[in-house]
């Protein structure tokens, strides 16, 4: 995030130095899934969500505009229906978004090559939202 000290984030001891941290990443064990972790969500702990119908972060150019990402909470599950525990052995793990861990809407927008423009709407549905509401963050790469 803009001003926030890059990677290792402000100030001495560095102590939650990843509340300025974004990213929009496909998920790392179903790489169908899109994932948007947060530093910090609604201002306070950091926070990792599913995005329901993404934008592909790949495709998103300086001229797309704003992209809307509906954020779930979710879990992994095996072939055979049954949640993963993340420990036994399986092949090929899902993530499903769980509909009743709605969390609310983001919105990006490139504004350059290496800018980007973000802003949180907890409990929020994208479709009520028509733009920017003026809290937005710059992050820069």
């Given at each position: ?21 974004l ?35 790949a ?14 909470g ?6 055979d ?41 907890a ?5 009520s ?13």
């Amino acid at each position: 995030m803009r001003d926030s000290g890059g990677y290792s984030g402000p100030g001495e001891g560095r102590e939650g130095y990843w509340s300025g941290h974004l990213a929009i990443a496909p998920e790392y064990i179903d790489n169908t899934a899109i994932i948007v972790s947060f530093g910090s969500w609604k201002g306070g702990e950091a926070k990792q969500f599913a995005a329901k119908n993404p934008v592909d972060p790949a495709t998103v150019e300086v001229t797309s505009g704003v992209a809307k990402y509906e954020l779930y909470g979710y879990r992994h599950y095996k072939s055979d229906g049954q949640m993963w525990d993340s420990m036994a052995l399986t092949h090929d793990p899902k993530l499903k978004i769980n509909e009743n861990e709605f969390a609310g809407c983001v919105l990006f927008q490139l504004a350059g090559t290496r800018e980007l423009t973000m802003e949180q709407f907890a409990n929020q549905r994208c479709a009520s939202l028509t733009g920017f509401g003026g809290k937005e963050k710059i992050y820069e790469r």
